[in-house]
C-alpha cells in the first residue's frame, strides 16, 4: 500500500528559508574567493613593480664556483639590461645561455628576494690543449670532452692562467669522440707527447719527445701504440733524435724507424724493422 505523506505550510516555510540561507552562503564564498584573487594578484603586480625588487647593476649577481674566469667576464656573458625586475628573470634561460655561449660546462641560477639578487654556481670548462678553431683557424682550447672554446672566452681571467702546453692541429668536430679516446692516454703516457696531428685523418700523428710517431687512422691500436712507445723510451741512447724522420705504429705488432733522408744516398734513409729495433733496444 502506497503511503501518502503530507507536507505542512510550516515545513514549506521552513525549507524556502533554508534554501535563502545557502543561497546567502554560496554568495559570500564566491565574493570570498573574488576578493582573495584579486588581493593575490594585486600583491603580485605590487611586489613586481616594488623598486625594492630590481635588480639595477652588474654587482648584484654573485658568481660562485669560477676558477678560471672573473666574476665580470661570467657577467658579461649573461643576456640582462639594468634595471631588471627580479622575478621576471628567469633562471633556466641564464642556464642555456652561460652553457651554450661561453666555457660553462655547467650552471645553476637562484633567485634571492632580501636582498634582491642572482647567485650563479657554475662549472668551467678546463682547457687541456690549445687548438685552433675547426673552421677559420681563430685561436682557442679544447676541454678534455672535445668542446673547443675560443681564446678571447678567457681574455678576463680570475687569476693567471697556465696555459696547456699539449698542441692540437687538424682537430674536427666529428674527432670528438677519436679525442676523448685519446686525451686519457696522453695523460697516462710515461713518453712526453707535445703535438696532436690530425691533419691527415688516416693518419694520426704524434709528436713526441722520441720525435713523430705515426699512428694510422684507426683508435683500435692506440693504447697498444703508446705501450710499444714507452718501450722504446731508451731510444735516444742508441739513436740520435735529429736522425728520425718518424716512428712508424701504425701495427704496433712491428713498429719501424725511417731514419731521415741522407741527400747522399740515393736510396733515401733507412728503416729498422721491429727486430732491428729491438736488438738495439
Not at 71 to 100: F, G, K, T, W
Not at 104 to 117: G, H, Y
Request: glycine letters at 4%; hydrophobic letters at 40%.
Amino acid at each position: 500500500m502506497t503511503s501518502i505523506v503530507s507536507v505542512s505550510s510550516e515545513q514549506l516555510r521552513e525549507r524556502r528559508k533554508q534554501l535563502r540561507r545557502e543561497k546567502k552562503i554560496f554568495f559570500w564564498q564566491g565574493l570570498w574567493r573574488f576578493t582573495l584573487i584579486t588581493a593575490i594578484t594585486g600583491g603580485l603586480t605590487w611586489i613586481i613593480t616594488r623598486p625594492n625588487w630590481i635588480i639595477y647593476e652588474n654587482t648584484q649577481i654573485e658568481i660562485e664556483g669560477n676558477q678560471f674566469l672573473s666574476q665580470d667576464a661570467i657577467r658579461a656573458l649573461l643576456p640582462l639590461s639594468y634595471p631588471q625586475s627580479l622575478l621576471q628573470i628567469q633562471p633556466q634561460e641564464l642556464v642555456n645561455q652561460l652553457e651554450s655561449t661561453g666555457p660553462i660546462a655547467e650552471a645553476v641560477v637562484s633567485r634571492q628576494v632580501f636582498p634582491p639578487s642572482l647567485t650563479i654556481e657554475v662549472r668551467e670548462r678546463k682547457p687541456v690543449a690549445i687548438a685552433p678553431s675547426p673552421f677559420d683557424n681563430e685561436p682557442g682550447f679544447l676541454d678534455a670532452q672535445g668542446i673547443w672554446m675560443p681564446q678571447s672566452s678567457y681574455t678576463q681571467i680570475k687569476e693567471k692562467l697556465d696555459l696547456p702546453k699539449l698542441r692540437v692541429l687538424g682537430f674536427q668536430e666529428e674527432l670528438r669522440s677519436h679525442w676523448q679516446t685519446l686525451y686519457p692516454l696522453i695523460q697516462r703516457s710515461v713518453v712526453k707527447i707535445t703535438v696532436v696531428d690530425w691533419h691527415n685523418p688516416n693518419n694520426l700523428v704524434l709528436v713526441t719527445e722520441l720525435g713523430k710517431v705515426h699512428c694510422g687512422g684507426t683508435d683500435a691500436f692506440l693504447n697498444e701504440q703508446l705501450r710499444v712507445l714507452t718501450k722504446m723510451r731508451e731510444l735516444p741512447n742508441q739513436i740520435a733524435i735529429t736522425e728520425i724522420e718518424y716512428i712508424d705504429l701504425t701495427n704496433p705488432q712491428y713498429p719501424t724507424i725511417q731514419l731521415v733522408r741522407d741527400p747522399k744516398s740515393p736510396s733515401g734513409g733507412a728503416t729498422f724493422s721491429s727486430s732491428e729495433i729491438a736488438q738495439r733496444l
